[in-house]
């Protein structure tokens, strides 16, 4: 079996079917990579950084192509390799490795596909019967009425886990968080406080900080233990992304200094940088999206080195449904995965894309059954879809500020 081309579809669809969520982001954009072979076998992969920076994507898919065609598509860390090589100069971290993920993707697809495996098993098999998930819900929408009311929402679904964010969202103010230690911690304490008395203390609840993606609030060392000792009592699962993506010296003080799990890594965009951080034991929860961090493989290398540091992994899982799959693989092939991230109340890049192979029960993911990675990439679809210019996502600044 030869590949005999490589192709990129990028779509643009609704964001999220979650009238919560959608008062924040009411679209989405994807990349997804395709690569075709002499057998009749098709591969689908998709690159996080489809979400992101859409038309970036297929200029460099075209870089790599030709290291791709006319090869064995189940050579897959040869080919990786070869690519990654290829442009080490400037593909060990970011856009690069990122949309090496997508490509590593749909060569795992053809293998899984060839063998008539799911994927997991190609990785090592599954480590798990099932594996618990929560709702990522994106912003706290206030009023608290409308909090619970998304709780409520969650639960609904079948959720027993959930993810809210620091601070508040109103479709008026937008996010409102504060810096100051106190203001943050009273009110991060006070969200928790009327959660625990709403829902009681048998549902989990995660938060996440955002401090990566905010640009008017970014917490320092001390504002983020103030939030985390304040908030202890309450029993949360983990405290996502307290502090910005770069703090290296500050999550690992703030591991050493809490008792709260501390949970982070989703823009770590190679093994390389998941080196650095872990190392540092700078996460108690490590989030690794294998749509994101250079492939699946190296999904598996990151699950590794956290073991080794005696920490746990909880994917990440923003992207649409070959990145949701990707991540379920990944996850259920980890033996230190604790609970994956599943968007709720998914959209149609989601829905339309998985092949009918996502299955959850009582707030349980089962392992997918399907050859490959069990995702599907139509006509149908891609012409329902079509890819709008200025669809991703990015953090809004003066002179480019998002509209959507």
């Keep these: 079996m030869k590949i005999t081309d490589v192709k990129t579809v990028l779509l643009t669809g609704p964001c999220t079917n979650d009238p919560f969520l959608s008062e924040a982001r009411k679209r989405r954009s994807a990349a997804f990579i395709e690569i075709y072979t002499d057998s009749g076998i098709v591969g689908i992969g998709e690159t996080y950084a489809g979400y992101f920076v859409p038309e970036l994507v297929p200029e460099i898919v075209k870089f790599f192509a030709p290291i791709l065609i006319g090869q064995d598509p189940t050579n897959i860390q040869l080919l990786w390799q070869r690519m990654y090589q290829c442009g080490n100069y400037w ?15 749909a060569l795992w697809d053809i293998k899984g596909k060839k063998e008539k ?5 190609l990785l090592g098999g599954a480590k798990h019967k099932r594996l618990l998930c929560y709702a990522t819900g994106g912003p706290s929408n206030y009023p608290l009425e409308n909090l619970e009311k998304k709780i409520e929402y969650y639960l609904s679904l079948g959720f027993v886990a959930v993810k809210i964010a620091a601070g508040s969202f109103t479709k008026e103010k937008g996010l409102v968080i504060s810096s100051d230690p106190n203001q943050a911690a009273d009110f991060e304490a006070g969200k928790l406080e009327f959660l625990r008395r709403r829902f009681g203390k048998n549902l989990l609840v995660m938060i996440d900080g955002h401090m990566g993606n905010n640009d008017s609030c970014v917490w320092n060392l001390q504002t983020a233990y103030a939030v985390l000792e304040a908030i202890k009592e309450y029993d949360i699962f983990f405290f996502e992304e307290p502090l910005h993506y ?11 200094m809490t008792q709260v799990p501390v949970a982070g890594g989703e823009c770590l965009s190679s093994f390389s940088e998941w080196q650095i951080f872990v190392n540092s034991d700078c996460f108690d929860i490590g989030q690794p999206d294998a749509a994101f961090v250079g492939g699946l493989a190296e999904f598996m290398k990151v699950s590794d080195l956290l073991k080794g540091r005696n920490r746990k992994l909880a994917t990440h899982s923003w992207g649409a449904g070959g990145a949701f799959m990707q991540n379920i693989h990944c996850g259920f092939a980890c ?5 994956l991230e599943v968007a709720p ?12 192979d996502f ?6 993911v089962y392992p997918p059954s399907k050859p490959g990675l069990g995702i599907k990439l139509t006509d149908e679809i891609k012409n329902k879809y079509k890819f709008i210019p200025g669809s991703g996502e990015f953090n809004s600044v003066a002179g480019k500020v998002l509209r959507d």
């Design 91 to 105: 593909c060990r971290v970011g856009l690069g490795s990122a949309v090496l993920s997508g490509i590593e993707a």
């Design 117 to 121: 495996l799911p994927v997991y098993q």
């Design 246 to 256: 770069t703090d290296i010296y500050g999550y690992a003080n703030l591991c050493k």
């Design 335 to 339: 033996e230190n995965t604790i609970i």
């Design 345 to 356: 109340a998914f959209g149609p890049l989601h829905s339309e894309i998985i092949d009918d």
């Design 359 to 364: 299955y959850m029960k009582d707030g349980y």
